[in-house]
Nanobody
Framework: QVQLVESGGGLVQPGGSLRLSCTAS????????IHWFRQAPEKEREGVLC????????NYADSVKGRFTISRDKAKNTVSLQMNNLKPEDSAVYYC???????????????????WGQGTQVTVSS
């Protein structure tokens, strides 16, 4: 069973940093693209960043450029989202999901991604 678990969220002040982790069970992350999404209250889920199987990252949200980065740790079967200079508008539940049919970052319907977990809450507030 494909399962992803997000962790690392919390409450942080504006300008602070958090590092989110997406850990897989039941499959190896090496060969698939992993996407990070976020959803704020009363807003649609939006793509944030993606990392391909070869390690290339794709940014889907202009608002996070220069502040968020994505990386893989193959030994831990984990993909991380490093978030710096956080802003209140970054507050959301963050989710990771896997594209099991492609190692490349491609925009698809959310139903075509797998491993959706419970997400991890990020709150940026003073």
């Amino acid at each position: 069973q494909v399962q992803l678990v997000e962790s690392g969220g919390g409450l942080v002040q504006p300008g602070g940093s958090l590092r989110l982790s997406c850990t897989a069970s039941g499959f190896a992350l090496d060969y698939v693209a992993i996407h990070w999404f976020r959803q704020a209250p009363e807003k649609e889920r939006e793509g944030v960043l993606c990392i391909s199987s070869s390690g290339y990252s794709t940014n889907y949200a202009d608002s996070v450029k220069g502040r968020f980065t994505i990386s893989r740790d193959k030994a831990k079967n984990t993909v991380s989202l490093q978030m710096n200079n956080l802003k209140p508008e970054d507050s959301a539940v963050y989710y990771c999901a896997a594209d099991l049919k492609s190692g490349w970052c491609q925009v698809k319907r959310t139903s075509e991604y797998h491993g959706w977990g419970q997400g991890t809450q990020v709150t940026v507030s003073s």
